[in-house]
Antibody, heavy 119, light 109 residues
Framework: QVQLVESGGGVVQPGGSLRLSCAASGFTFSSYGMHWVRQAPGKGLEWVAFIRYDGSNKYYADSVKGRFTISRDNSKNTLYLQMNSLRAEDTAVYYC????????????WGQGTLVTVSS | SYVLTQPPSVSVAPGQTARITCGGNNIGSKSVHWYQQKPGQAPVLVVYDDSDRPSGIPERFSGSNSGNTATLTISRVEAGDEADYYCQVWDSSSDRPWVFGGGTKLTVL
């Protein structure tokens, strides 16, 4: 069965950096695009970034553009999110999610990892 | 940017039918997807492309989309259906291609 397991969350000071990982199994990782979606405490869902199956194209929400970088290592079945210049408003649970088709929606989600930006 | 509007809450008795709406300008021209999220858990896709169900999702979950409103319908509601429900569309022309509604809390009385 499809499994997505995020890691790398934690507490970081404003302006700091963090790298999230998402280990995938149960499907051919190299054939699917992947998303990061976040959810601030008590709030709704916000899409963050998308990467195509081969890493050739990447897309970002304006709120993170220039600060976050999505990447993948298909040899390790792992998705990454490098987060720099973190702000308090980046505090959220970050989910990785498997694209169903053409970047339009996700059919499987990980359990999420909490990122807290606080001094 | 494109905006999706959901009612904050919907309440229904067990065994009854719950209808959760998602409003957007000419949303009928887009494909709408619905996610269920229980407290402390990840979202689960329950309906995609307006009315298709992923494998493993009960037939009690159905969807429709026309005009300015998409609707998620849950028939014969069970206590286990209590959750937040989010609609989502893909807006290719936007700087934020995934657009989510604000979410609806379904309470089973």
């Amino acid at each position: 069965q499809v499994q997505l397991v995020e890691s790398g969350g934690g507490v970081v000071q404003p302006g700091g950096s963090l790298r999230l990982s998402c280990a995938a199994s149960g499907f051919t990782f190299s054939s699917y695009g992947m998303h990061w979606v976040r959810q601030a405490p008590g709030k709704g869902l916000e899409w963050v970034a998308f990467i195509r199956y081969d890493g050739s194209n990447k897309y970002y929400a304006d709120s993170v553009k220039g600060r976050f970088t999505i990447s993948r290592d298909n040899s390790k079945n792992t998705l990454y999110l490098q987060m720099n210049s973190l702000r308090a408003e980046d505090t959220a649970v970050y989910y990785c999610a498997k694209d169903l088709y053409e970047q339009q929606l996700a059919d499987y989600w990980g359990q999420g990892t909490l990122v807290t930006v606080s001094s | 940017s494109y905006v999706l509007t959901q009612p904050p809450s919907v309440s229904v008795a067990p065994g009854q039918t719950a209808r959760i709406t998602c409003g957007g300008n000419n949303i009928g021209s887009k494909s709408v997807h619905w996610y269920q999220q229980k407290p402390g858990q990840a979202p689960v896709l329950v309906v995609y492309d307006d009315s298709d169900r992923p494998s493993g999702i009960p037939e009690r979950f159905s969807g429709s989309n026309s005009g300015n409103t998409a609707t998620l319908t849950i028939s014969r509601v069970e206590a286990g259906d209590e959750a937040d429900y989010y609609c989502q569309v893909w807006d290719s022309s936007s700087d934020r291609p995934w657009v989510f509604g604000g979410g609806t809390k379904l309470t089973v009385l």
